[in-house]
């Protein structure tokens, strides 16, 4: 009663104001009266109860509580006593909140000690983030933990950020936290030449990035430290190989560096010269013996920090300055400039009358042109002669500016033009004749003639040969002579190619053999050496007979010849300058699809092969097969084989059907001197041009060629675009363009050329896969072969039919070995030709069937019965449509599926769906199966579930594990439970996609989803405990510390009074290894099975223990309270309640159990 009362009644006086209230007290009977209105008397009946009822409570705390109450000067700690009027202790290292309060008040104070704490959130902190969370001396964290009233905790060794407090302050603290890691976490950004609004123009995706690396990182990194100054000290890598910039920061960072970016290629763009140098003799120039020459003009320009690059054909000049730049320019082009290489194709024979004279006419020829000439060397004793069509084709390399190459070629042109050799194959028999009594005959022809006449025997199974040596006219004549003296006027000698010539031959001679029994009257000889066919005949009936049998042979001939791309030397990539690279190994793949003009350059050799001239690639464009009659295989043979070869010299030329459309590109009056649009092209392309005039024939207009020469295909073919342009530009009347062809008609219109040339001088090309240029020599003239051409178009459209055929249907159409596709040509006597893949598509892709024939009749009846297989064979199918993502649903009933039925995925209408063919001769069967899939198709759901990406890529991977199980038992054991649902785990995604019935898929999905959580939950644990398990040790290893140094006191003081005791008790420490052995065999070594135990076992024992049992007291306290309470109504009537209240406590029932995470519970 005397803490009710207080000294001198001050606890009584103290209520009676609060409460308003009149208390009266009776001491002897433990009494309180409280008079008033209800509302006060229960706050007075709760206040006295309060201080009656009051015994000391105990309370478990978790350590996160503690810290809340503590922090910033026990600011809750200190409110909750205000509010509560409590005096309240707590024991930081027991976790006990200490207390003397009523029930009630132990209540409320519960309440709001767990009010205080309902918010906790867990945030994982980059590592760069702790530091700027904490600020400067703290500063961050406690202005944060000040504005929000919330808790920050960061643990250092797992960099995890606990927020403690009310919901509300929590939050805040949260959205805070969360907007200083999207503001100030570091990440990461790689830009590539890809980011097309950075690195403007195709330039930078082909060279212009290296040097724009190379840039950055010149003259010590100065601009790489700019850059790094603009993008706010990011973290910048240049990788130059892989072709890529890694910036490294946070969000403002990132931002500021793609405008950083733009100001340096803003720089760069002002400081570098690039010229494009297609000679790798020039490159080669240009550096120097072991890289002399850049450092030569680099020095020179070291005061500017000049820099020379070289990537692949390109060279880049950057400085600090224009002017420096320039003198570096300067030097490179004059290099250039004075080193430009040519070749000339001329006949071995050449190089005799070059260096007869002690080299006379080399000299003059080099003396009055500048240019240098560089001689093949002669051929080695015993040579076998050549086997090419060219006759002893030799290349003489040209050195120097383009005008002395120019003015060399020239004089060649005009020594090569009085030095034709030709070559005439004889009989044994024949040689005397030629030869004559003591040479007079050879002689004679000679002196006749004026060209030089050789017999040349043959050996090695080689045949004899004439050899004439002289100008076109000389060779006429010698010709005529020799025919009148061999008395063969009906001979005609055809110049074909090696591999035309070999394929007239046959397999052991048999279709030459053959060719000669059908044409006794002539003579039939083929010299592949050379690529000649020579025909002999009685009469000029039997010539002409024989002749056009050899070619219509060779037209129906079909042959197949491979062409392999040259093995690529590595070692040539060695030893090149800083920043070359060496030649990729070309593709034919790769160089058609990069090339368009060079495909269509191929297509024009294809159909001028003739009809059935195919070109397929295989091995991945490593290898080309060229199928198709045997006459024109030589020419595509010889073009790809240059197209690959790594020392090519390129060749196209341009017919001219009229010599005036070469002023186009001659300067006027002054003819073979370009003018600027010829010179222009050639700058561009780095390609030579010639206008090569050839003598008119009697009742003809002079014709000419344009010759465009360079060592690179592409560039010669983009030279041969721009020279038409130019054609087409200033003659547009005598160009036509045919549009919307068939693919498939351009052989027919280049069977016709041979007939077109007899009447007109007309040029054909094809400048796309369904369009034919016509180029003729007036406007009059392509009209009428433009009409002509309609003409025959329309007819050709009429000989052929193309069908589209499903790719499903392909192989049901062409049959086992083409069985089915040939007796359909062969019954209705009519030519059935499928169209090629290309080397990207599908098989499934639809084909074009083309029929032809000239028989009307032939191609209705084909077309007939290639319809009728095809109704046949569609009608044995049934067709499905499904998306992509359940395809493999549907494909899922091939197991149910009887034999015989089979399945076929084609595209669907739309993009992004498919079609499933279902292909049996059972109709039941098929319906049955399609029932199936449609049923599965709507009852079947996919979902994915997408693992968590913010975990660490070690834990995500051994997730990925865990949810598989060893050797998949986790996933098969899933799939035995719901065997109708099919389980996707993709690593590289970080997906689940599940596919299945929609309950089954819930369900499977849940059970994956609680599986993840745990795993989840498990690693949260794990941290936490090694945490835990770190700030032990650590503590751990600090008292060791603290027992050593006292221990080490005492040993010092006591070494003296006992060293012999101090010395057997350190060799009894140690553990004594035996005799001979080594120390180490003294120590117990444990297995790595034995170290895993130990450790679970330490585990379970620290998470398992009592750490401590608390509140053993014995007392135990009664209290009884007695309150009166009266009350007056309105009606005079007075009420009187007495209610006395009785408690007990027992104190001995306050232990509690604290876990080795934090967590203290009340027993």
């Not at 199966?929 to 693992?947: D, G």
Request: hydrophobic residues 35%; contains cysteine.
């Amino acid at each position: 009663m005397g803490a009710v009362i207080g000294k001198q009644f001050a606890h009584i006086h103290q209520m009676q104001k609060e409460c308003c209230a009149m208390l009266e007290v009776d001491n002897k009977k433990n009494i309180v009266k409280i008079t008033s209105a209800p509302e006060q008397v229960q706050t007075a009946k709760e206040a006295i109860e309060n201080i009656t009822l009051a015994t000391n409570q105990s309370i478990g705390l978790h350590p996160d509580t503690i810290k809340v109450l503590m922090f910033q000067q026990a600011k809750h700690l200190h409110e909750l006593e205000k509010s509560l009027k409590l005096k309240i202790d707590i024991s930081k290292t027991e976790g006990i909140l200490t207390v003397e309060a009523s029930p009630d008040k132990a209540k409320q104070l519960k309440k709001a000690i767990n009010d205080l704490t309902a918010g906790k959130v867990d945030i994982l902190l980059p590592s760069e983030i702790v530091p700027k969370l904490i600020g400067k001396k703290g500063e961050t964290i406690n202005q944060l933990m000040e504005d929000t009233g919330a808790l920050v905790d960061i643990d250092k060794v797992t960099n995890n950020v606990r927020l403690v407090g009310t919901k509300e302050s929590v939050a805040s603290a949260e959205t805070f936290v969360r907007d200083l890691i999207s503001e100030q976490s570091q990440r990461e950004k790689n830009f590539t030449p890809d980011d097309k609004e950075l690195f403007k123009g195709p330039e930078f995706a082909k060279y212009k990035f290296e040097f724009f690396a190379e840039f950055l990182m010149a003259n010590k990194a100065k601009q790489l430290r700019l850059l790094r100054t603009d993008a706010l000290e990011a973290r910048i890598k240049v990788f130059k190989k892989e072709r890529r910039i890694h910036v490294l920061g946070n969000k403002k960072q990132i931002e500021a560096m793609e405008d950083a970016l733009r100001e340096r290629l803003k720089e760069f763009e002002q400081l570098h010269w690039v010229h494009a140098v297609s000679d790798n003799h020039l490159l080669s120039l240009i550096i120097g013996k072991k890289g002399s020459k850049i450092k030569e003009i680099e020095n020179e320009g070291k005061e500017s920090n000049v820099r020379i690059d070289i990537q692949d054909t390109h060279v880049c000049v950057f400085g600090d300055d224009e002017e420096a730049i320039n003198n570096a320019k300067a030097k490179i082009m004059e290099i250039v400039d004075t080193n430009q290489r040519s070749v000339f194709v001329t006949s071995r024979y050449l190089i005799a009358v070059l260096m007869a004279s002690k080299r006379k006419r080399l000299s003059e020829i080099e003396t009055s042109s500048g240019c240098k000439l560089h001689l093949p060397p002669p051929p080695r004793d015993g040579a076998a002669r050549s086997s090419e069509s060219e006759s002893d084709q030799i290349k003489i390399s040209l050195t120097g500016t383009l005008e002395a190459i120019q003015k060399a070629k020239e004089q060649l042109e005009e020594l090569d033009e009085a030095h034709h050799v030709r070559y005439l194959p004889l009989d044994v028999d024949e040689i005397p004749t030629v030869i004559g009594k003591k040479g007079e005959t050879v002689s004679d022809l000679e002196n006749k003639s004026g060209a030089k006449v050789r017999v040349l025997r043959g050996t090695g199974g080689q045949p004899s040969e004439l050899e004439m040596i002289g100008t076109e006219e000389q060779l006429k004549s010698v010709q005529a002579a020799v025919d009148e003296l061999l008395q063969t006027q009906n001979r005609q000698l055809l110049q074909l190619d090696a591999f035309a010539a070999g394929c007239l031959i046959g397999k052991k001679g048999e279709r030459i053999k053959a060719m000669r029994l059908n044409h006794p009257e002539a003579t039939l000889d083929a010299f592949p050496n050379r690529g000649q066919v020579r025909v002999k005949a009685v009469s000029p009936e039997a010539l002409k007979a024989c002749v056009d049998d050899v070619l219509k042979t060779l037209q129906e001939t079909h042959a197949i010849e491979s062409v392999h791309v040259p093995q690529h030397d590595e070692q040539k990539s060695a030893g090149l300058p800083r920043g070359a690279t060496g030649p990729a190994s070309p593709n034919f793949n790769t160089l058609l699809a990069k090339h368009e003009a060079i495909a269509m350059r191929l297509q024009e050799l294809e159909a001028e092969g003739g009809d059935g001239m195919r070109v397929s690639f295989q091995d991945d464009g490593k290898v080309a097969k060229i199928r198709g009659p045997a006459m024109g295989i030589g020419k595509i043979k010889k073009f790809l084989e240059m197209l690959v070869s790594p020392d090519s010299h390129f060749v196209e030329t341009i017919p001219l059907p009229c010599i005036a459309f070469a002023d186009a590109l001659e300067v006027k009056g002054e003819a073979a001197k370009l003018n600027e649009n010829a010179l222009r092209i050639c700058k561009q392309t780095g390609c030579e041009l010639r206008i090569k005039r050839a003598p008119a024939v009697s009742g003809a207009s002079e014709e000419g060629t344009i010759r465009i020469e360079s060592t690179n295909a592409s560039k010669v073919y983009e030279a041969k675009a721009e020279v038409e342009k130019i054609l087409q530009f200033y003659y547009t009347d005598c160009f036509h363009t045919l549009e919307d062809l068939p693919p498939s008609i351009a052989t027919r219109m280049f069977d016709l050329l041979p007939t077109l040339r007899a009447k007109y001088n007309v040029v054909f090309s094809l400048p796309t896969n369904t369009s034919l240029k016509v180029f003729a020599d007036s406007k009059k003239n392509t009209q009428e072969i433009v009409e002509q051409l309609k003409k025959d178009i329309e007819a050709w459209k009429k000989q052929h039919v193309e069908l589209s055929i499903a790719g499903w249907l392909v192989p049901i159409l062409v049959g086992r070995s083409g069985e089915t596709i040939k007796k359909i040509s062969t019954e209705s006597n009519a030519r059935l030709d499928l169209s090629t893949l290309s080397p990207s598509s599908s098989r499934h892709q639809d084909r074009v069937l083309t029929i032809s024939s000239r028989d009307d009749a032939a191609i209705k009846l084909a077309t007939e019965k290639v319809e009728e297989v095809l109704t046949h064979h569609k009608n044995l199918s049934s067709v499905v449509d499904v998306t992509k993502a359940k395809l493999d649903v549907a494909l899922s009933v091939k197991k149910d599926a009887a034999k015989g039925v089979q399945f076929h995925v084609i595209d669907g209408e739309e993009k992004g769906e498919l079609k499933v063919v279902v292909y049996g001769d059972d109709h039941d069967e098929r319906e049955r199966l399609v029932e199936k899939i449609e049923h599965l198709l709507e009852i079947f759901v996919v979902e994915t579930i997408a693992l968590p990406t913010t975990v660490s890529p070690a834990f995500a991977s051994s997730m990925v594990g865990s949810l598989i199980g060893k050797s998949g038992a986790n996933i098969r054991a899933l799939q035995k439970q719901f065997p109708d649902v099919m389980i996707d785990i993709r690593r590289a995604d970080n997906s689940i996609t599940l596919k299945g019935p929609t309950d089954e898929v819930q369900k499977v999905r849940t059970v994956m989803e609680d599986k993840i959580q745990e795993l989840l939950r498990n690693e949260e644990e794990f941290q936490q405990r090694r945490s835990s398990r770190y700030q032990q040790e650590s503590e751990e290893q600090e008292d060791a510390e603290k027992k050593t140094s006292s221990s080490r006191d005492a040993e010092i003081s006591d070494e003296n009074s006992h060293p012999n005791t101090q010395q057997q008790q350190q060799q009894l420490s140690k553990r004594v290894g035996p005799v001979g052995g080594t120390p180490a065999m003294g120590e117990v070594k444990l297995t790595k099975n034995q170290r895993r135990r130990m450790r679970k076992r330490a585990e379970n024992e620290k998470s398992d223990v009592l750490s401590m049992l608390v509140g053993n007291g014995h007392g135990s306290t009664t209290t009884t309270t007695t309150t009166t309470v009266k009350s007056v109504s309105n009606g005079g009537v007075t009420t009187s309640t007495t209610t006395t209240t009785t408690s007990s406590t027992k104190e001995n029932n306050g232990g509690y159990y604290h876990s080795s995470s934090g967590y203290s519970l009340r027993l």
